[in-house]
Every structure is written in structure tokens, then in C-alpha cells.
């Protein structure tokens, strides 16, 4: 079955201190990773995607297929930088997600 | 960048009426549109798959004579909760592409349901 596992729900973290929010995914065949956030009222945006390998507001995520994680990263977090994020597998030549759990995000000032 | 409008925002209605809930894509076409439901603090539950001119693909434990979805344009897709009840209570999401493998999904606001 596909499954993805955020195992924070509630992460607080120091501004100017490191940022990691875990993924770990189990699924049939080669997934493409996304992670999408919710900033406070606001829609669901995507973040960023693996297959683009970019840094997105200083974010960065890397696939490792060994460990079927994709964790998100950023080494100097900001107070902006407080949201929901969410995990989001899907299969190649599949438009469906999947969303994790979701990891509450909160930046202390 | 590609906005997805849903319309109500919030709704309240009265235990065993019907309420619908439209999905626009306001600057592209969408070929397939999603809908979910998030209960309070919870994830994203995809309900069903819409896809422009056929009938929606309902994922597993989801009732389709309940939860009425149609797809009738490549710009519009609505939601009919029939016969609510107060369990249908719920934040629901709608999220378009433009249809392909590499395609971005783009979300609404949402929608919060509040059935008395």
C-alpha cells in the first residue's frame, strides 16, 4: 500500500537554529516527492520538487531512494518559515497525491 | 501563476439539505480537478478524482451517491454534499492541473462546511 509517514506533528525550532521536517514514503514503484506548505489562512502552494532539485526560500530536499526518505531542510530558519508542511508522494504518470500527516512548523522569535 | 477559486468559502446548512461547492480555475484549463477532505487537525483525504466530461473516479470508503461530483467544463467542478448530516462537517479542498505526468497541482482556498 502507498504510505507516507511524517512522524512530527509539532516541530518548534529557534530562528537562526537548522530546520528538519522527516519524510519517509513506502510505495510501489518510483515515486515523485513533493513537499507542500500552508502558511496561517492561506491555500495549500507547492514548496518544491524533487525532480527540480532547487532550493526554494532556502529550502532543500533531498531523495534517498535507500532510505525512501525525503526530508526538508533549511540551515537557518526564519520566523516566516512558520506553517503547516506536508509530504506528498506521487506515482510517475499518476497525478494523484498522497499527503502526509502534516508537520506544524513554529519559529520561535 | 495558475489560480483555483472555490466558491462558498463557508457555508452552514441545516441537517438533511444539499450543498454544492464549485471549483473554478480561473486562468487555465483543467483537465482533472481532486477533491479532499481535511478533518481538523488532520491531513488531506482524497475523496475523488474529476476528470472533464466523464465520470469522477471515488476513492475507496467514499460514498458517490453522497458526495456528487461533476466535472462539466474544463474551468468548473462542483461538489454536491446530498442529504447532509452533521459527520459531513468538514474543511473541503479542491486542487486542478493542467492534466500530464509533470504537471503542478493547484490548490483553492477551501471550502469549511458546517451542517446543523
Known amino acids: 500500500a502507498q504510505r507516507v509517514t511524517q512522524p512530527e506533528k509539532l516541530l518548534s525550532v529557534f530562528k537562526g537554529a537548522p530546520v528538519e521536517l522527516k519524510c519517509n514514503y513506502s510505495?510501489?514503484?518510483?515515486?515523485?516527492l513533493f513537499w507542500y506548505v500552508q502558511y496561517s489562512r492561506q491555500r495549500l502552494q507547492l514548496l518544491l520538487r524533487?525532480?527540480s532539485r532547487e532550493s526554494i526560500k532556502g529550502f532543500t530536499a533531498d531523495l534517498n531512494k535507500g532510505e525512501t526518505s525525503f526530508h526538508l531542510k533549511k540551515p537557518f530558519a526564519q520566523e516566516e518559515d512558520s506553517a503547516m508542511y506536508y509530504c506528498a508522494p506521487r506515482l510517475f504518470g499518476n497525478e494523484k497525491l498522497t499527503f502526509g500527516t502534516g508537520t506544524r512548523l513554529t519559529i520561535i522569535p | 501563476g495558475a489560480v483555483v477559486s472555490q466558491h462558498p468559502s463557508r457555508v452552514i446548512c441545516k441537517s438533511g439539505t444539499s450543498v454544492k461547492i464549485e471549483c473554478r480555475s480561473l486562468d487555465f484549463q483543467a483537465t482533472t480537478m481532486f477533491w479532499y477532505r481535511q478533518f481538523p487537525k488532520q491531513s488531506l483525504m482524497l475523496m475523488a478524482t474529476s476528470n472533464e466530461g466523464s465520470k469522477a473516479t471515488y476513492e475507496q470508503g467514499v460514498e458517490k451517491d453522497k458526495f456528487l461530483i461533476n466535472h462539466a467544463s474544463l474551468t468548473l467542478s462542483t461538489l454536491t454534499v446530498t442529504s447532509a448530516h452533521p459527520e459531513d462537517s468538514s474543511f473541503y479542498i479542491c486542487s486542478a492541473s493542467r492534466g500530464g505526468w509533470n504537471t503542478e497541482a493547484f490548490f483553492g482556498q477551501g471550502t469549511r462546511l458546517t451542517v446543523v
Open positions: 524533487h525532480i
Open positions: 510505495y510501489s514503484g518510483s515515486p515523485e
